[in-house]
């Protein structure tokens, strides 16, 4: 019984300190458009599956939320007029965070994966921004969000609950 024990530890043990399995790879291709006017659609298809997403969101989770106003993607500066609060379950700030982190991903992806046509199309809010420098690594678009594009941040602070979109992106 012993030596039973011992193998299923050191097995626990050994498979515990084996590598964790890679992300499937993204497939850019998903990603690319040919024209600067497929682009800005991609991004307005985007935008309008989180005004969906978001406000399915605010029905199922209202109790989060303290107040029921109606949310925009295209004007993510007023992000934070959508606070979950900071006594909510963990779950649902969990899933707000796969929500936003999600679409910031989707964002950063579309972008990145069309450096060449990015500066020709025009993101709400962003009109005095650099996109193709913004979307040409995950360390400036992770800024571009935080600190000018939304109020993510603000958000993420009042609800005492960071969502990591740095290890999203």
């Not at 979950?84 to 999600?102: F, I, R, W």
């Not at 571009?144 to 990591?164: A, E, P, W």
Request: proline share 2%; net charge positive; charged share 20%.
């Amino acid at each position: 019984m012993k030596v039973w024990l011992n193998v299923a530890m050191l097995s626990f043990a050994l498979s515990a300190c084996s590598p964790a399995p890679k992300p499937d790879a993204i497939d850019s291709a998903r990603y690319q458009v040919k024209t600067a006017a497929e682009l800005q659609q991609r991004f307005e298809q985007l935008n309008n599956q989180l005004n969906a997403d978001f406000n399915q969101f605010k029905k199922v989770e209202s109790n989060a939320f303290a107040h029921q106003f109606a949310f925009d993607a295209n004007d993510l500066h007023k992000l934070n007029m959508h606070l979950v609060a900071s006594t909510s379950l963990k779950s649902t700030k969990v899933a707000y965070c796969d929500m936003m982190n999600g679409y910031f991903r989707e964002m950063y992806r579309l972008g990145h994966y069309n450096l060449n046509l990015i500066n020709a199309i025009q993101l709400p809010n962003a009109d005095k921004e650099n996109l193709k420098n913004n979307f040409s690594s995950t360390e400036q678009f992770y800024t571009f969000i935080l600190d000018r594009y939304t109020s993510y941040r603000q958000v993420q602070q009042t609800m005492n609950y960071g969502c990591n979109l740095k290890a999203a992106l």
